[in-house]
Every structure is written in structure tokens, then in C-alpha cells.
């Protein structure tokens, strides 16, 4: 397939809890980050080929701040921003861009900072336009 959904519940999750008490997700739940720094969710994506991917985040932050994650493919990480949302209920996307390589890739996003990550529902991998990268 050129896109594949992974739900933030089936990662493997550090510092960070799965739960259903904000209406909107998707899958059975979505996952709360401790309010500390470094609590993770992390995916194994396969590819096929080497070539950019957009990696888009579907979150909540019912806070007024921020709740910035380092997003990490293969170790190198992008600091990403995750405003707020308005409401715990209020799901809404983060895109980022990286370079996937072929085989298995690691997907982690950390929490950046001591109040801990967004509650992060799901995140959803996809080729490029104009590439011919695509999900194994
Ligand atoms: C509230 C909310 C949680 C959220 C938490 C936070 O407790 O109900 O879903 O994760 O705030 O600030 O991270």
C-alpha cells in the first residue's frame, strides 16, 4: 500500500498510558504521555524502498501550551510542535517529513518537555507524491 495506519495504542509505549476517556479517537483508545519528559511511542514502519514519507500525527491537547514531541526515524529527530487543540475531545494533525529507509524503520516519538506529550491518537505513514516509496 502507498499509506499505512498505525494506532498510537498498539506501539510500544514508555512512560505512557492507554486510554478511552476523550471521545474522537479512533481504534480503541489513544495513549496519555506521563506528564514528565521522555515517555515514548514508538512503531517499527517497513518500507520497500529508500525516499521521503510524511509521517502525520493525529493528537489532542485540551491545554493551552504546547505539547512539543522529538520525532525520531532511525535516531535522527525532528522537533515538532503540538498546539493546543481547544479541547481533550479536539483531534487534529501534525505532518512530518522524513527519509524512510528500505527494511524496517523506527518510529519514536518523546515527549520534549516535563509537562509530557499531547494525547496522540494515531499516526499514519505515507509516500510522497512523485516518489515511488511506498509502505511494505
Ligand atoms: C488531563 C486529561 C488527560 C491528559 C492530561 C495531560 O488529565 O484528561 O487526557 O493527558 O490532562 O495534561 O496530559
Redesign the pocket.
Known amino acids: 500500500p502507498d499509506a499505512a495506519g498505525y494506532e498510537a495504542e498498539n506501539g510500544t509505549l514508555s512512560q505512557a498510558v492507554v486510554?478511552s476517556?476523550?471521545a474522537g479517537y479512533t481504534g480503541t483508545g489513544f495513549v496519555?504521555?506521563d506528564?514528565v519528559a521522555g515517555g515514548y511511542v514508538e512503531f517499527t514502519v517497513p518500507a520497500t524502498t529508500t525516499g521521503p514519507a510524511t509521517l502525520t500525527f493525529r493528537y489532542a491537547n485540551?491545554?493551552t501550551g504546547d505539547?512539543p514531541l522529538a520525532v525520531a526515524v532511525n535516531g535522527t529527530a525532528t522537533a515538532t510542535a503540538f498546539p493546543a487543540t481547544g479541547a481533550?475531545t479536539t483531534w487534529r494533525t501534525v505532518t512530518v517529513t522524513a527519509t524512510l529507509v528500505a527494511g524496517p524503520n523506527t518510529v519514536r516519538a518523546t515527549a520534549a518537555t516535563a509537562?509530557?506529550g499531547?494525547?496522540l491518537d494515531s499516526v499514519t505513514v505515507g509516500g510522497q507524491a512523485g516518489t515511488d516509496w511506498s509502505v511494505a
Open positions: 486510554e476517556n476523550h496519555n504521555y506528564n485540551g491545554t505539547r481533550w509537562a509530557g499531547p494525547n
